[in-house]
């Protein structure tokens, strides 16, 4: 999401912190929210009457307002108004944005149980999960498969093992109708989680466990080079031979041996 579109997001989040003060609240709102996002992604017509660059920002909003309401509660209707009133570059970022809105009032809810950290960690490790299992891959992302039973085969496999707002997120990502990959919508979820406290996400691959004082110096000296809290997603790696390798967002910093040695051999070869 870019340009105009970006702004209009960044201006509608400011109304969604009011509306995610308890935990019941935030949850209710990411429930409606989800329903809305999987209406206009299924919806084009609707999509597009909402979007409309054509039509005053009032009248989308009035439409929103008169086809929600009675349907979901007034904090709802009212957020997706404003969000139908605001200008979007395409009709896909309007439907992109309720769905991120969704995301963080969930995150929200999840932070005032005191998830958060439970919730970054559990989407990444599912991940991880699915990228390591073809058939599972295969049974969540097989569009033969009907939604209900991909959330019944989340549900065996995950209830009780993770937090609801986990169960929730990683469900919305598998039976999704925006068009996005399980994998994509996984990583857009646990960015957003992280982002609850403005803190960035480092992906941290070594050969072997790091103590939680290790962690706790690596974190520490992540957060003083990039000015943000940073939180380590640890992966226990083979093909890392010593030291580690750090990714935080498109930057790689690599410390293993393994690519010392190759460094070093390709100067001998040069």
Do not use: C
């Amino acid at each position: 999401m870019r340009g105009v579109s970006r702004a209009s997001l960044a201006e509608i989040e400011e109304q969604l912190e009011p509306l995610t003060a308890s935990s019941q609240t935030a949850a209710t709102l990411a429930d409606e929210l989800f329903g809305v996002a999987g209406l206009l992604a299924t919806q084009a017509v609707l999509r597009r009457a909402l979007a409309d660059p054509s039509r005053a920002g009032d009248q989308r909003s009035a439409l929103a307002r008169s086809l929600l309401t009675g349907k979901v509660t007034r904090e709802t209707a009212e957020l997706v108004a404003a969000t139908a009133g605001a200008r979007w570059s395409a009709p896909g970022d309007l439907t992109d944005a309720v769905e991120q809105l969704a995301v963080q009032a969930l995150v929200a809810a999840a932070e005032h149980e005191g998830h958060l950290d439970d919730l970054e960690d559990e989407l990444f490790r599912f991940g991880r999960i699915v990228a390591s299992q073809p058939a599972l891959r295969m049974a969540l992302t097989n569009p033969f498969v009907s939604a209900d039973a991909k959330r019944q085969l989340l549900s065996h496999l995950l209830a009780g093992k993770v937090t609801a707002e986990s169960l929730q997120l990683i469900t919305e990502a598998a039976v999704s109708s925006l068009g996005r990959s399980l994998d994509l919508s996984l990583e857009e979820y646990a960015r957003l989680a992280a982002r609850r406290r403005a803190r960035l996400v480092a992906e941290v691959h070594v050969s072997a466990a790091l103590t939680a004082a290790q962690r706790r110096r690596l974190a520490a000296a992540l957060t003083q080079t990039y000015g943000h809290e940073v939180y380590l997603n640890v992966v226990l790696d083979p093909r890392v031979v010593g030291g580690m390798t750090v990714r935080v967002g498109d930057e790689l910093i690599d410390a293993s041996v393994a690519t010392r040695l190759a460094e070093a051999r390709r100067r001998l070869a040069s």
